[in-house]
């Protein structure tokens, strides 16, 4: 089977955790291009990405690099976003807008659709009334694939068959998995039932929001939010020996430490949502289509993951 990565494009447009300046949309544009020319072929955004008044605008970025991409081009990357099923976004018309609007940012490139997050522990009919609502519009002729996002594999299996009734099936889901992801064993139950039945499992925040990408023999000074920092600073002391265990692997190699932890994912036959802002994130991250971890080398970094006692923060609505 072909490694696929995608590009995850959170960051483009958040000023609170990410610290999204738009003076630099020139180096995501470059980021974009540069992606498309190295076989990336999936860009993962959602219609709440953008802070205040920036909503939408990982969304409008990509429509706007969209417009002079080459038909080639365009034609081989799906984009996928997600629509974020907010307690007034209810009933079987709730998404319309919403869909509209995302469309219409996209520059009517809209691959999949997908459910931000799964509305079980607060209005357990909403998300399949919602989901009715994307095959009505798949049935009016709209040409996109669903997908589902931040959910357990209870939920999934009902949702599965609730879109057999409707003759659909999913394309994709997305879950939380990374070497510190938190409910690592559900994870890997969402994973089997979407091997069971065909469906693309991404991995998101495949590099726990760029820790597993710190040095743990160097300083970082970067410029990050104040969250950012405070998590960064949070986790250094704790994830020391999962970071010096993929930097030996990287350095036997001469990879980077961020191409480790994302090879642990395709080891694993994930596609991982990459975050990424900059064209050398992006040469770095091709190489991952280089190279494969060795049985070995994905046993160690197991063992390691496994002593590691802190674990990324959950996603409080995923669902059981
Ligand atoms: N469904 C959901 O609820 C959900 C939740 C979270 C994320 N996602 C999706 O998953 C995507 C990825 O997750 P994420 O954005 O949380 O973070 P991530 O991929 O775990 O980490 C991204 C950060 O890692 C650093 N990085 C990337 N490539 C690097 C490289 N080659 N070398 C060194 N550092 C590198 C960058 O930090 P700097 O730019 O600061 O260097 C980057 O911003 C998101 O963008 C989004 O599309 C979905």
Redesign the pocket.
């Known amino acids: 089977m072909k490694k696929r990565i995608g590009i ?4 483009w447009g958040n000023k609170l955790f ?1 610290n999204y300046k738009s003076s630099n949309d020139n180096d995501l544009r470059e980021t974009f291009n540069e992606a498309l020319k190295r076989g990336f072929d999936l860009i ?2 959602a219609d709440s990405y953008g802070t205040g008044s920036l909503q939408g605008r990982s969304e409008s970025l990509i429509g706007k690099f969209l417009l002079v991409t080459p038909s080639a081009l365009k034609r081989r990357i799906q984009v996928a976003t ?1 629509l974020a099923p907010y307690p007034w976004r209810f009933g079987n018309k709730g998404f319309n807008k919403p869909f509209f609007k995302s469309l219409e940012r996209l520059n009517n490139k809209l691959d999949i659709v997908q459910l ?2 799964s509305t079980a522990q607060y209005n357990p009919l909403q998300e399949f009334d919602l989901l009715n609502n994307l095959c009505d519009l798949k049935d009016q002729g709209f040409n996109f694939q669903i997908g589902l ?2 959910i357990g594999p209870i939920r999934l299996k009902k949702l599965i068959h609730h879109l057999s009734i409707r003759d659909q099936r999913l394309k994709s889901v ?1 879950v ?1 998995f ?1 070497l510190l992801a938190p409910e690592l064993q559900k994870q890997y139950q969402v994973k089997e039932i979407c091997e069971e039945n065909n469906i693309d499992f991404y991995a ?7 820790i597993l ?1 710190i040095d743990p023999d160097k300083e970082e000074n ?1 410029e990050n939010s104040f969250i950012r920092d405070a998590l960064f600073n949070n986790y250094k002391k704790q994830t020391y020996e999962l970071r010096n265990c993929l930097k030996r692997i990287a350095n036997q190699r001469s990879v ?1 430490q ?1 191409q480790v932890a994302i090879n642990w994912c395709c080891h694993q036959k994930a596609i991982p ?6 064209k050398s ?1 992006v040469i ?2 091709s190489n991952v289509f280089n190279w494969n971890l060795n049985k070995n080398e994905f046993n160690l970094l197991q063992d390691v993951s496994k002593t590691c006692l802190k674990k990324m923060p959950k ?1 409080p609505f995923s669902s059981g």
């Open positions: 995850g494009t959170w960051s990410w993962d955004t997600k931000h997050w996002s931040n997305q939380q990374s998101y925040s495949p590099l726990s929001f760029g990408c970067k980077s961020a949502l990459v975050g990424m802002r900059k994130q770095d991250i996603n």
